[in-house]
């Protein structure tokens, strides 16, 4: 399979995504100071060791940088209006932090959405232009198939988690008028709505496990180091006695997703 971008073009493709979140952290934290004070005291330095002026100006200056990279990387490529995905990123993360967060699942769908971006911007940026041709004739069906896999379990997850810390910050996020779902629902209904996405993510996983049951290295790795911490997520969420316990399932998933994008190289390798 050839690729469009050299080892330095990735690192700025990477960089330019990297920017637009780190951006879209900042400003999330300017706006949720007041929650924050109930949900995290003294974690959200904003306003306290960091002024919201300088925080602000660090906010537009990687904003900026990361959509003006988006659009070089795209006109390196020969596909100029790829740098749009940046500028849409950074419009959802703009709403996100002034808005979407505060409705009822809308925020977790946007926070998911943009954990995938990294993957689509690979196949975007650096798989497709290089394989134009062999792409319209099916040969890499296949290939896209599995970054589209990759895709879909970086949303999940991140769907997952982004409930399971609305749970956490459910008192701050009630006093600044919230709709997530932990606010308008009851615990009872949160519980089932995260074990049941859970259950299905696992089976999903293990019905994966099967299909590549040849493979001991890629079969034992699945097992330990992505389904065994889901059911231990799925298992501390199940029997929680209140949302503040819940930040070991949170911790949980967040190695679910991690070592889950790791197995691509695992993958790969096999």
């Known amino acids: 399979m050839a690729t469009s971008l050299s080892g330095f073009q990735y690192f700025l493709l990477m960089f330019s995504v990297m920017s637009l979140m780190a951006g879209g952290n900042i400003i999330n934290d300017v706006y949720d100071k007041t929650a924050d004070r ?38 390196t490529v020969g596909i100029g209006m790829l740098g749009g995905i940046h500028l849409i990123a950074f419009f959802l993360l703009w709403m996100y932090s002034t808005d979407f967060k505060h409705r009822l699942f809308l925020g977790n769908f946007v926070v998911a959405l943009l954990s995938s971006l990294v993957i689509v911007c690979i196949v975007l940026f650096d798989v497709i232009p290089a394989n134009q041709d062999m792409i319209r004739t099916g040969k890499y069906n296949n290939l896209l198939f599995i970054f589209l896999g990759y895709s879909i379990f970086a949303f999940v997850t991140t769907f997952i988690r982004e409930i399971i810390k609305d749970a956490q910050d459910v008192k701050g996020d009630k006093r600044m008028g919230g709709k997530t779902l932990p ?12 074990v049941g996405l859970q259950i299905l993510l696992a089976l999903s996983l293990i019905a994966i496990t ?8 890629l079969v034992g790795y ?4 992505i389904i065994l911490p889901l059911i231990l997520s799925t298992y501390s969420v199940a029997n929680a006695k209140g949302y503040e316990n819940w930040g070991f399932a949170s911790k949980l998933m967040k190695l679910v997703m991690i070592f889950g994008i790791l197995s691509v190289v695992v993958f790969t390798y096999v």
Do not use: C, H
């Open 38 to 75: 109930i949900n995290k005291p003294g974690k959200n330095l904003i306003g306290v060791k960091i002024p919201e002026k300088r925080a602000r100006i660090v906010y537009w200056a990687l904003s900026i940088i990361g959509m003006l990279l988006g659009y070089f990387m795209g006109y």
């Open 222 to 225: 699945i097992l330990v180091l």
């Open 210 to 217: 099967y299909y590549f049951r040849n493979s001991l290295s």
């Open 183 to 194: 606010v308008v629902a009851s615990a009872k209904v949160v519980k089932i709505s995260i």
